[in-house]
C-alpha cells in the first residue's frame, strides 16, 4: 500500500456516493451559449449575471491596459505592485458603492482571508449565519476567535447569541452572506444591522452574488435596504456579476487604511495584473452610466422562474436571479443535470457538501445575455426531462 492510496479511496468514495465533481472544460468565451466539452450548449450555470466576461468594452480596456503597463504587477501591492489602475479602481468602486474608501483583492475568497483575521482576534467572538460561504467560514477559522453560530436568517437566534455570550468577549463581529449563493435568499440586512448596533458588534456583509444584482444599477445589498453607513464592512467580488476576477473591501477611510496595513493576502500575495483591472474599470463604469443590464438581468430571471412554477417545479424561495431547481438526492439531479446537457443546456448539479445531504439541485444561473427564445428552450427542455424523470408537482 502506498502511502498516498487513502487519496484515491476518498475520491472512490465521493463516485459511489454520487458527490463526484465532473469539471467540465470551456472551449469558447462565456456567454449565453457556450462550447462545452466540445459541443454548443446554452449556458445556465455561470455567475456572469451581466454578461461582462466577454463584454467589448471590457475586453478593449484590457487589452489597452496590457499595452499601456504590461501583463504582470511583478509585486504584492505594498512594495512596488501598487499601479495607477489599482488606485483607480478603488477610487471608482468607492463611489460606486456609496462608501469612503475600498480595497481590492485578488479575489473575493481572499477578501474575506484577508479582513477577518485582521480585525478579529482570540479575545474576539464571530456571530456567523449557519450557511455563510466557505470563504467565510475559513476566515473566521484563520482569525482564531471563537465562532458561534447563528440560525440561518434568524435575527432572534442571532439576538439571543449576542445577549448571551456576547458580554464574554472584547469584540463582537457578525457576518452573513447578503445573497445565499445556493438558495437565492436574501439576509435580512436591516434586521441584523439594528440587532448589531444594540449590541454593539462590527457588521460585516458579503455581497458577492448582490454586487450588480441588488440595489440601484447593481449597487449592492447596502444600497437595496438602504443601509449606508449601518454596515462596516462590506465585501465584494470581481469574478461574478463584474465578470472579471477579484475581490475587495468597502468601508470607511479608516477600515481601508487598516486593511493595507494588515492584511495578510494584500501584503504577502501578488497584486491583480493591469489588464484585469482595467476591465474592472471599465465594468464599474458602464454599471455606473447605466442600470439597463441589471434590469435586463431581472426581467429574465422573473421570467424563467415564472415559467418553472407553472411547469410544476420547486424552485426553492429565492429572492434573487439565482434558480434552484430543487430535486432531493445527489444521484438524481446528476442524472438531470447529464440529460440537461444530452439536450443543449449546460446546468451542473450541486449535491453535498456545497449544499446538506438530500438537498440536491440543479442551480440555474439566470444571466442578462440570455435572450426570451433561450429561456423559452431552456423551460421547454427542463419540462421534458421533468416529465421523464418524475419530478414535476402536478
Ligand atoms: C463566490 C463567492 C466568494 C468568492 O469570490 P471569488 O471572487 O470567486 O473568490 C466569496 N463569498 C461569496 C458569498 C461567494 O458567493
Avoid at 40 to 50: F, G, I, P, Q, T
Avoid at 159 to 181: A, H, Q
Avoid at 190 to 217: F, N, Q, T, W
Avoid at 329 to 354: N, W
Wanted: proline share 4%; net charge negative; with cysteine.
Amino acid at each position: 500500500m502506498g502511502k498516498l492510496d487513502f487519496l484515491v479511496e476518498e475520491v472512490e468514495a465521493l463516485k459511489r456516493e454520487g458527490l463526484y465533481t465532473t469539471i467540465r472544460t470551456i472551449g469558447s468565451p462565456q456567454g449565453a451559449w457556450v462550447i462545452v466539452d466540445g459541443k454548443k450548449v446554452l449556458n445556465m450555470c455561470a455567475n456572469n449575471y451581466l454578461g461582462f466576461a466577454n463584454h467589448p468594452k471590457l475586453k478593449e480596456a484590457a487589452k489597452k491596459a496590457i499595452d499601456e503597463f504590461g501583463v504582470g504587477p511583478a509585486a504584492v501591492r505594498t512594495i512596488a505592485g501598487t499601479m495607477s489602475l489599482h488606485l483607480e479602481l478603488e477610487e471608482k468602486l468607492a463611489k460606486f458603492k456609496g462608501a469612503e474608501a475600498t480595497i481590492s483583492f485578488q479575489s473575493g475568497f481572499n477578501a474575506n482571508l484577508a479582513t477577518i483575521p485582521a480585525i478579529v482576534g482570540k479575545e474576539d467572538a464571530i456571530f456567523s449565519d449557519e450557511l455563510n460561504h466557505a470563504s467565510i467560514i475559513d476566515g473566521c477559522r484563520l482569525s482564531r476567535a471563537t465562532i458561534i453560530r447563528f440560525a440561518h436568517r434568524d435575527p432572534a437566534d442571532l439576538e439571543r447569541k449576542l445577549r448571551e455570550e456576547g458580554g464574554k468577549y472584547r469584540r463582537k463581529l457578525v457576518i452573513t452572506d447578503g445573497v445565499f449563493s445556493m438558495d437565492g435568499d436574501i439576509a435580512p440586512l436591516p434586521e441584523i444591522a439594528e440587532i448589531s448596533e444594540k449590541y454593539d458588534a462590527l457588521l460585516m456583509v458579503d455581497d458577492a452574488h448582490g454586487e450588480g444584482v441588488l440595489g440601484r444599477g447593481g449597487r449592492g445589498i447596502v444600497d437595496h435596504f438602504g443601509l449606508h453607513g449601518k454596515v462596516h464592512i462590506e465585501v465584494g467580488t470581481l469574478s461574478k456579476a463584474f465578470g472579471v476576477v477579484g475581490g475587495y473591501v468597502a468601508g470607511s477611510k479608516a477600515l481601508i487604511e487598516f486593511l493595507k496595513q494588515k492584511a495578510r493576502p494584500f501584503l504577502f500575495s501578488s497584486a491583480v495584473t493591469p489588464a484585469d483591472v482595467a476591465a474592472c474599470i471599465a465594468a464599474v463604469d458602464i454599471l455606473t452610466e447605466s442600470d439597463e443590464l441589471v434590469r435586463k438581468l431581472w426581467d429574465n430571471a422573473s421570467y424563467f422562474k415564472k415559467g418553472m412554477v407553472e411547469r410544476g417545479f420547486d424552485i426553492g424561495h429565492s429572492e434573487t436571479p439565482i434558480t434552484p431547481v430543487m430535486l432531493g438526492e445527489a444521484p438524481l439531479a446528476q442524472e438531470f443535470s447529464r440529460r440537461l446537457f444530452e439536450e443543449g443546456i449546460f446546468a451542473q448539479a450541486i449535491g453535498y457538501p456545497t449544499v446538506p445531504r438530500g438537498k440536491a439541485r440543479i442551480r440555474v444561473m439566470i444571466s442578462a445575455t440570455h435572450s426570451r427564445e433561450d429561456l423559452d428552450f431552456a423551460l421547454d427542455k427542463f419540462e421534458k426531462i421533468g416529465k421523464e424523470l418524475g419530478v414535476l408537482r402536478s
